[in-house]
């Protein structure tokens, strides 16, 4: 089982960035695809982003491509989601999730084994 927990979160003005980290413990993440999701208030979770284990398939949600980059450090046990060109529509609960089963980083919420708690980032106008 694997433990996850994100920070980076907070409050930024429309067009400035922030840098969200996702820590893991229990097991090497070197094992898992990993991804990104957000869930804004009276909305369902949605795909940001996920990374395969190798890092060498790094899909997006149109919503974001061009302005957040994900990554992956296995050795610190550590995945990011760099956000730029940030939007007021970018305002939610961003959470990081971990799949152990598949191939390919999915994209849908349902495939993902392990989650975090999540952290707010907040993007005023």
């Known amino acids: 089982q694997v433990q996850l927990v994100e920070s980076g979160g907070g409050l930024v003005q429309a067009g400035g960035s922030l840098r969200l980290s996702c820590v893991a413990s229990?097991?090497?993440?070197?094992?898992?695809?990993m991804g990104w999701f957000r869930q804004a208030p009276g909305k369902e979770r949605e795909f940001v982003a996920a990374?395969?284990?190798?890092?060498?398939?790094?899909p997006y949600a149109d919503s974001v491509k061009g302005r957040f980059t994900i990554s992956r450090d296995n050795a610190k046990n550590t995945v990011y989601l760099q956000m730029n060109s940030l939007k007021p529509e970018d305002t939610a609960v961003y959470c990081c999730?971990?799949?152990?089963?598949?191939?390919?980083?999915?994209?849908?919420?349902?495939?993902?084994?392990?989650w975090g708690q999540g952290t707010q980032v907040t993007v005023s106008s």
């Open positions: 999730a971990a799949d152990f089963q598949r191939v390919n980083p999915p994209r849908n919420k349902i495939e993902y084994d392990y």
């Open positions: 229990g097991r090497t993440i070197s094992t898992y695809n």
């Open positions: 990374i395969s284990r190798s890092g060498g398939s790094t």
